[in-house]
């Protein structure tokens, strides 16, 4: 077993101080300071991976204490691309969880999450993976039992959710009420497609794979959608899921669909989710629809308002978001430091809706009928 004090005694070195590594390794436990926190990384066939990696790297208060993939060439292409010593890489889950992390981010395919969320789960270690939760509903549901059995937190991580766009419609629509109740959502996200756009092979190779992906950009590009509207609903299901896909390049796409559309009813609202490996750009905008105003974000920091008794759109800069909750891994850290609650964008609860919401889609495109979820 891998003590848990290698990971002070790695930053320390790396700064070439003497009078650091003394005051790391014997002082700071006396004086109280903080302890870096102990990333365990389990799969690395998602690209998302190597943005992870470089934001950890650039902290002074995260190591990445272990490397796991069942692949031994990605763990040592990863490992010496981000500098994690022999010793922290691994072809065994176990035998990296039998570390101790203080939390793992996965990066596996997303048929791959529910397999190590359960090990983790059994060693009480919390949990942040990559999105969709899961290619299914019933491995969605088993990872929120594992979780709840385990007493550990499982989130999600989307780009979207750390927008500060998203963050002030949030405030427009639930906190404030400025633009009444929501009758209509449109999320449109995309880009040209994963080979146009040049991603890492093994990560080309499970996204194409119906299996492992649980579909083409229906799963990958429609889960931005359903994550944001089931958040802005407040957790309200939708009653019924209608889905177009189609594949546009099959010579590139053969298994997966690269178009999807999807339509869901709510009791006083619809929502459009537009999933797209077709677009020429990459985009990842939102527009929310009230009885008396509409909120339309574009990407991060683009925000247009218009409320009522206004004559013309209104361009806003939204406030930036609190340290805690302003990227994935500051949130991981004070979820398990118990700094925050897991909720909203990132919560189990939202995310078991999202799978639901696209495995009805799935099924809806498969039969070309509406899917009424069942109450």
């Known amino acids: 077993m891998i003590s848990r004090k290698k990971p002070v005694i790695r930053i320390a070195c790396g700064l070439h101080a003497g009078g650091f590594l003394f005051f790391a390794l014997f002082l700071a436990p006396l004086l109280g300071a903080a302890q870096p926190f102990r990333i365990a990384i ?29 692949d031994p060439a990605l763990v040592a292409r990863y490992g010496e691309q981000f500098g994690v010593p022999p010793a922290s890489r691994f072809t065994s889950l176990n035998a990296m969880l039998a570390t101790r992390p203080d939390a793992v981010a996965t990066f596996t395919s997303t048929a791959g999450h529910r397999a190590v969320v359960e090990a983790s789960a059994r060693q009480k ?90 579909a083409g950009a229906l799963f990958d590009f429609g889960c931005y959608g359903a994550n944001l509207m089931t958040w802005l609903m407040d957790g309200e299901r939708p009653l019924k899921v209608t889905a177009l896909t189609q ?75 609190p340290a805690n909750t302003r990227d994935p891994i500051s949130y991981l850290m004070a979820i398990v430091r118990s700094k925050v609650a897991p909720s909203g964008l990132s919560s189990l609860e939202n995310n078991v809706v999202v799978v639901e919401i696209l495995e009805a889609a799935r099924e809806s495109a498969r039969s070309g009928k509406t899917v009424v979820l069942p109450r």
């Open 125 to 214: 270690i919390p949990v942040m993976m990559e999105k969709p939760l899961a290619t299914t509903l019933v491995d969605a549901r088993a990872m929120a039992q594992a979780a709840k059995v385990g007493g550990i937190p499982v989130i999600v991580n989307y780009e979207t959710t750390w927008y500060p766009s998203h963050a002030e419609i949030w405030r427009l629509v639930r906190q404030n009420n400025s633009v009444g109740d929501i009758r209509r959502m449109v999320a449109m996200d995309g880009h040209q497609g994963p080979k146009e756009i040049h991603v890492q092979p093994e990560f080309f190779e499970w996204l194409t794979d119906p299996e492992q992906n649980g």
């Open 247 to 321: 594949t546009n390049k099959p010579k590139i796409y053969e298994d997966v669909d690269d178009e999807a559309t999807v339509v869901l009813q709510y009791a006083k609202a619809q929502g459009v989710i537009q999933g797209s490996w077709n677009w020429p750009f990459s985009r990842k905008d939102l527009e929310v629809y009230g009885e008396t105003g509409y909120a339309i974000a574009t990407g991060g920091t683009g925000l247009r308002v218009r409320l009522k008794d206004q004559k013309a759109d209104e361009a806003r800069t939204p406030a930036e978001l």
């Open 42 to 70: 389990a799969g690395l066939v998602h690209g998302h991976v190597s943005g992870f990696l470089k934001s950890a790297k650039a902290r002074n208060d995260v190591v990445i204490s272990g490397l796991f993939d069942p």
